[in-house]
């Protein structure tokens, strides 16, 4: 089973992301009748998985089995063991492969395009469109105007700022946990 899962995890990881898009635009967006927020953060889900999964996976298989014996010598059931020792000793890789999942996904513009579509105004729910940092500068830089472009090259800033931000501060609590 956890061959069948790995293999379909990797096959996932290549698919393109517009191809996720489109697959979402067909199991929520076509079914509901309307682009939404839940059908985009659908969609970006779908991108993350492989990412968190596979380095998931990767982070556990480095937990030294020397430190898993001896939590089962002290007498720790499986579950102790895996919860207070495996995923303890992982939880840095782990959080490194949700941040590139989320710095992924910030970035993604194909499958908001085809799920959420867009929109200027204040999001009012999750079942209406919404906007997106990435869809507005996709929007804007394609635009002839002038301060439509330079909003595009602002909405790049302060994604790329919020990236950064958002990997310093995880760095910064993972070194106090």
Do not use: C
Not at 30 to 52: C, D, H, N, T
């Amino acid at each position: 089973m956890a061959n069948a899962v790995r293999f379909g995890v990797t096959v996932l990881s290549g698919v393109p992301s517009i191809a996720i898009g489109v697959f979402a635009y067909g199991v929520i967006v076509l079914v509901r009748k309307e682009y939404s927020a839940l059908a985009g953060s659908f969609a970006l889900a779908i991108v993350m998985l492989p990412i968190v999964a596979l380095s998931t996976e990767s982070a556990l298989q480095l937990v030294p089995s020397t430190q898993r014996f001896a939590s089962a010598a002290l007498g720790a059931s499986r579950l102790q063991t895996t919860w207070r020792v495996a995923l303890a000793s992982a939880l840095p890789g782990i959080t490194t492969g949700a941040l590139l999942a989320i710095a992924r996904a910030a970035g993604e513009t194909a499958p908001l395009i085809f799920t959420a579509l867009f929109t200027e105004n204040w999001p009012t729910g999750l079942l209406n469109p919404a906007p997106s940092l990435s869809v507005l500068i996709y929007n804007y830089a394609n635009s002839p105007f002038l301060e439509q472009n330079a909003m595009a090259w602002t909405a790049s800033l302060v994604l790329l700022g919020l990236v950064l931000l958002l990997n310093v501060g995880s760095r910064l609590l993972m070194r106090r946990l």
